[in-house]
């Protein structure tokens, strides 16, 4: 597969062999206002099972924002090393939920926390992980990176690295990176494709700082498109170019 992170689909395979994709806790609340959706969920697991009928190799970091958002209550005066370490706990409960979700859909599923939880799912070894998807099952990381200070933006940098992704996504809920608000200008510009440091000059959001840099240093393309947009993600693992890219290569387009 080529640097750009796109690929041609070659008879009934995906255009990658593996792949991480950032899940926002926000993600799973779908309409609703808090906590999950187990519509959104049923969706999501469905899209999910069509990508792995691509054999395609799929991890999945999720966020804990639709239960808990560690760095909002830190803002209000609680330490921020407990108030991350809450959100951790909120990042497990979805990664059960999904996890059950996938299993409904007839998926092989594992949750691995980088935080010591073993009674309810496994601990991340990186090792154990890659076995899990030599076995086609579906790995979900939990916790973050287990350290507070550090998003999940970042975790999933890190691990998509450590497992040797070819392809970062970042389903949010917008369809892909503008060069400014789209909800406020109407008129903002999509970009199809970035480069990393073109990102961080101009701070359009991609991801965090930590997490674009990490992805930088590994080359580590990122694709950014919406989580809400039904079948967007299989397309992209068909090879559709979808939202944006983001790569070390050619700038703004």
């Given at each position: 597969m080529s640097d750009s992170?796109?690929?041609?689909?070659?008879?009934?395979?995906?255009?990658?062999?593996?792949?991480?994709?950032?899940?926002?806790?926000?993600?799973?609340?779908?309409?609703?206002?808090?906590?999950i959706d187990p519509d959104m969920l049923a969706r999501l697991a469905g899209e999910f099972a069509e990508v792995r009928a691509l054999d395609v190799e799929l991890t999945i970091v999720i966020g804990g924002g639709n239960i808990f958002r560690g760095a909002g209550l830190a803002q209000?005066?609680?330490?921020?090393?407990?108030?991350?370490?809450?959100?951790?706990?909120?990042?497990?409960?979805?990664?059960?939920?999904?996890?059950?979700?996938?299993?409904?859909?007839?998926?092989?599923?594992r949750v691995m926390s980088a935080i010591r939880i073993n009674q309810v799912?496994?601990?991340?070894?990186?090792?154990?992980?890659?076995?899990?998807?030599?076995?086609?099952?579906?790995?979900?990381f939990a916790a973050g990176t287990g350290n507070p200070y550090f998003t999940t933006d970042t975790a999933a940098s890190l691990r998509a690295t450590e497992v040797?992704?070819?392809?970062?996504l970042k389903g949010t809920k917008v369809d892909g990176v503008y060069a400014s608000d789209p909800a406020r200008h109407a008129d903002a510009r999509r970009y199809s494709k970035l480069n990393f440091n073109q990102a961080l000059e101009e701070q359009l959001g991609v991801m965090d700082a930590t997490a674009m840099v990490m992805c930088r240093e590994h080359s580590l393309p990122l694709r950014v498109f919406s989580?809400?947009?039904p079948g967007a993600f299989v397309r992209i693992m068909?090879?559709?170019?979808?939202?944006t890219?983001?790569?070390n290569?050619?700038?703004h387009d």
């Open positions: 992170g796109s690929g041609a689909e070659a008879g009934n395979k995906g255009a990658y062999r593996r792949v991480l994709l950032k899940l926002s806790g926000e993600a799973l609340m779908g309409e609703a206002e808090y906590g209000h005066g609680m330490d921020r090393v407990s108030a991350d370490h809450m959100g951790m706990l909120a990042t497990v409960m979805n990664a059960l939920a999904l996890q059950a979700a996938l299993e409904s859909a007839g998926l092989e599923a799912c496994e601990d991340y070894i990186r090792r154990r992980a890659m076995r899990h998807l030599e076995k086609g099952r579906v790995v979900i040797k992704a070819d392809l970062l989580i809400y947009a068909k090879g559709e170019e979808i939202g890219l983001v790569t290569g050619d700038g």
